[in-house]
């Protein structure tokens, strides 16, 4: 199965999905959701296949594809994934059928076209897929500025209040952060010996010289920085995610954003690796002032998605922080967060987004003992946002432990600040949970009839797959931790930083 060509045909079936579901007629919305849904398991079935296909004590890089594509400039259609790869793909696998399924009554048939929704939200999958299974640079970056294309319209057409606004503004973030990567792999191409190869970029990369190198990762780190986003690039984030649909904004921020972490471990680390240690200190900086920042603005939100998405800022600090740290612990730990952010944050978006379609509203102040209404919608909120804080128990924790622990070692202020953070997250999360479902009952939502229908089976699918993995995962997370510990390992070595200790997991538990 490893010489199966798994990802060329992971990215092109959502993108043949979207064009089968956009040229449904409008006036059948129930068939375009049925082959939305039963094309992106298909897309899961697949993936779970790759996993299984996948050696964990075989080559850093497997199921290399590599097609001729623009031979005047050496650019091909290369595709291969690593360990850290891997992960990501599964998780868009994941929850992208769970995404449809939250969807099913969002859309108002009689002022939007439904297909046209569950077509963007497949080509947004095949974007995302081809962003992560890239390894030629060009590639790279054409999956990269592609990716703002069908998010752009879910936002801009399907979005709430100031859609249009938050749409153009995630845009231009992003655009602006791509001009600088253009400039960056342009420049990578021609001192890089005119090709987009990454591997033989790397290779390449020792002979770069000093001053060209740290302008070239600047280059690269600005757009991931805004992508990812990082302080104080983030500012588009809280309006993007604000104004999107809960389900989509839970791609958003489960995985579009981790784009920008992945770039760095994948793009900036090995192939500057000079550059990496030079800026580190900065990155590990705005980090810090990240996860407090963004955590003290959280509290203060009464829009429960502005609120989810401040979070999500605070936890790419976290990211941030375990990246730059430069050891094996702290990295594991990073990217088993993007992993266990993808679920947790995920899984808070789909309930918000649920409260959200009952009430009419996402503000915090229309709510107020909804839990006496909906007592099991309640109860998975409060589980959703307890692993957003990292309870011992669930996934976040693991990776949260890992980062900490494995900065400590050599960075211990980082750590102690970034440890505050976790205060703060209990206070915002704690203080949601309280002034929405918890407390005397707003006489309000007793006249929505909506309110009064507790989780419904539908529900209960997009939900219980999250809940499931987050508990496995919290307990037992080596399935996931031998998949990418190689790949962490093998980027650390790229940079060339002296790891003073070993990784912290093995067989499934913490060493000390």
Known sequence: ???????SILTLLPLVGAAVVAFLPRSNAGLAKIVALAWSLVVLALSIGMWVAFQVDGDRFQFRESYQW????DARFTFAADGIALVMLVLIALLVPLVILASWHDVDESQRSVPTYFALLLALECTMIGVFA??????FYVFFEVMLVPMYFIIGSYGGQRRQYAAVKFFLYSLVGGLFMLAAVIGLWVVGGHTFDWATLKDASAAFETNTARWLFLGFFIAFAVKAP????HTWLPDA????PAPAAALLVGVLDKVGTFGILRYCLPIFPEASRWFAPAALVLGAIGIIYAA????????????????SIAHFGFIGI?????????GTGAVLYMVNHGLATGLLFLVVGMFVARRGSALVSDFGGAGKLVPVLAGVLFFAGLAS????GTAPFISEFLVLIGTFTVHPVYAIIATAGIILAAAYVLWMVQRTTQGTLNPALTEVPAMHKDISLREKVVVAPLVLLLLLLGFYPKPVTDVINPAVQATMQDVGTTDPAPTAVANGKVAP
């Open 70 to 73: 623009i031979p005047t400039w």
């Open 322 to 330: 375990g990246i730059f740290a430069f050891t094996t612990q702290a």
């Open 296 to 311: 003290l603005l959280a509290v203060g939100q009464n829009d429960l998605k502005r609120l989810v998405s401040y979070t």
């Open 241 to 244: 995610g604000g104004a999107a």
């Open 230 to 233: 990082f302080f104080p690039f």
């Open 389 to 392: 804080l990292a309870l011992p």
């Open 134 to 139: 890239a390894a030629d640079v060009f590639l």
């Open 1 to 7: 199965m490893k010489d199966f060509p798994f990802l």
